[in-house]
């Protein structure tokens, strides 16, 4: 609701008066259209509920969404034309087994720490796990195949798992990760407390805050405005891979990269798609900060569930919003605090370590239902039993 101050002179209201009046109906003019998306956006939200179980029932849909294009069934010489990437898994009375080769194997542990713990109550299926990046079943394929991968966007047609960071395998930034990200259940306990005792909202700085390397030039734009304006964000890039001089970081010096908590300190926090759907955007949540989630192309399995200017800012794939969205949260601070609050609500009822054992659980079921063939096992593949293994530590 956007409130208007009119001033009326005849009843002797100064021309002072009357020219702040007048301003303020300017700035709110000025935010009319974002405040009206966000309370449309909000009057249509509705809350996600949990089951009998205790599983939030806000990503099913996505489940019903990925496996509708399979309505058809899925044969074995469908399976069997899957993207050669993809890693074969099998589920047979109740145990998991797995080709011997995995490229990553750090992050087919991460799958396994999942499956091999829910296959108590599965029946028998095959099913192929891309565990790289980029997803394996482009639209343009004139043979689809059923592959599973953790994002993809609207061009492809693979079906979205929980990615491995949920327990190990994510990507090495070392000093902070020098072995991956990981540990989701240890992560969201360390940071959401770090924030709420630490770094409240009104204990942020009124800034954007983006650290990270130079995946593509799309990032290019935030670190111009943070070096025209550095009171409104703080932006710059990290060393890649490939890094071979200032030139790979947009012609300045690379600075050092930046734990979860360091982000905490900040009010709005800024999401890039990096390969594929970035692994940091559900972490930026835990902060208790208002995230800008940049492009809506690349997605994982929970993404949809989550509504622009209901839980995030979205900000055009270009950027040239974002300088006129980050002074709009500085001058509408409750709003963004509201904003920022109820995506860090959903994060922490609906995206926790339960939810995605469930989602695992739910994606499997409904899947092997649409298998038109009794799966054998392989003898060359290797059994996959619980271990003991300690995931990433933060």
Known sequence: MILHVHSNNHNGVSAENESKDDLLDEIDDRWKD?????????????????????CSTCHYRQIEADLARWKDGITKSLLDAADSRATTYQIINHKVYRQKKCVFEARCQGV?????????DLPDMEMKINVFDYPCTPEYHSIKSPVLSFSRDSSYHDI???AWTFWTGGPAVWPIFPRGQGDWVGTRAWIQGLAKEKYPWDKKQSKGFFIGSRTSGERDPLILLSRAQ???????????????????????????????DEHCPYKYLFNFRG????????????????????????????????????????????????EQL??????????AQQIASRGAEFID????????????????????????????????????????????TA
Not at 362 to 390: A, C, G, M, W
């Open 160 to 162: 979205m798992y929980p």
């Open 349 to 392: 009822k609906h995206l926790r370590q339960e939810d995605v054992f469930c989602y695992w659980k739910k994606l499997l079921t409904e899947y092997s239902k649409l298998l038109r063939f009794k799966p054998q096992l392989n003898p060359e593949f290797e059994l996959k039993e619980i271990t003991d293994v300690s995931c990433t």
């Open 112 to 120: 396994e720490y999942f499956l091999t713990r829910i296959a108590k």
């Open 275 to 322: 390969v594929a759907a970035s692994f940091r955007f559900k972490h930026l949540f835990l902060c208790g900060s208002l995230v800008y989630q940049v492009g809506n192309e690349w997605l994982e399995f929970f993404y949809p569930a989550m509504k622009p200017w209901v839980h995030y800012i979205p900000v055009r794939q270009d950027l040239s919003d974002a």
């Open 34 to 54: 974002i405040l009206d998306k966000i309370e449309q956006s909000i009057t249509n939200y509705r809350e996600c509920e949990t089951d009998d179980v205790g």
């Open 230 to 260: 550095p009171e409104l964000v703080y932006a710059a890039y990290t060393k890649n891979q490939a890094y071979k001089g200032p030139q790979d970081t947009l012609n300045a010096e690379p600075v050092d990269p930046k734990n979860y």
């Open 326 to 335: 980050i002074n709009f949260a500085k001058e509408n601070d409750m709003v």
